[in-house]
T-cell receptor
């Protein structure tokens, strides 16, 4: 597509529920990143997919967080048993491998009530 | 990992004045230094970048300067306009972009 697409744009969920956030990267981009941005803060790295290599999961804050990337394209970030501190904007970005000029989506604003 | 500090956290300037935002980093192996602009409700957008073999790069009203010895790089915006109002992030690369805490720039008409 023309840009990185994320869905939903907004999600309100009850504490303890599971949520899935979707990212559709730019066609042909082989690298995909997930970041989290809490209110008024910078971006916190979560996970990085690079082609067919094993993902870099070093930024995932707990085992409640997981992500997968199917067919080298669409990615899903799953948060299990959501907590209020998970409330944030979750941003996805994609690029060609070795190109650090990431293109970001507009994010999913997650609110846990 | 990379430790990134960005200053100032907020900056207000009069339209037409210049704005400077500074970023310091810790990893001497970093070799790519971008600046991103984030408008309300949108994801960050790359506005300018520089690689470690270059000291300065300009693109119209914006420029980035790099001092690898001191491990800092700066964003310079000249002739500021109201549409420059946004949050700006530096994001030096370790294995992936490591973002600073951001600078809220407000350009006053």
């Amino acid at each position: 597509g023309a840009g990185v697409s994320q869905s939903p744009s907004n999600k309100v969920t009850e504490k303890g529920k599971d949520v899935e956030l979707r990212c559709d990267p730019i066609s042909g981009h082989t690298a995909l990143y997930w970041y989290r941005q809490s209110l008024g803060q910078g971006l916190e790295f979560l996970i990085y997919f690079q082609g067919n290599s094993a993902p870099d999961k070093s930024g995932l804050p707990s085992d409640r967080f997981s992500a997968e990337r199917t067919g080298g394209s669409v990615s899903t970030l799953t948060i299990q048993r959501t907590q209020q501190e998970d409330s944030a904007v979750y941003l996805c970005a994609s690029s060609f491998i070795g190109d650090y000029g990431y293109t970001f989506g507009s994010g999913t604003r997650l609110t846990v009530v | 990992g990379e430790n990134v500090e960005q200053h100032p956290s907020t900056l207000s300037v009069q339209e037409g004045d210049s704005a400077v935002i500074k970023c310091t980093y810790s990893d001497s192996a970093s070799n790519y230094f971008p600046w991103y602009k984030q408008e309300l409700g949108k994801g960050p957008q790359l506005i300018i970048d520089i690689r470690s073999n270059v000291g300065e790069k300009k693109d119209q009203r914006i420029a980035v300067t790099l001092n690898k010895t001191a491990k800092h790089f700066s964003l310079h915006i000249t002739e500021t306009q109201p549409e420059d109002s946004a949050v700006y992030f530096c994001a030096p690369v370790e294995r992936q972009l490591t973002f600073g805490s951001g600078t809220q720039l407000t350009v006053l008409p």
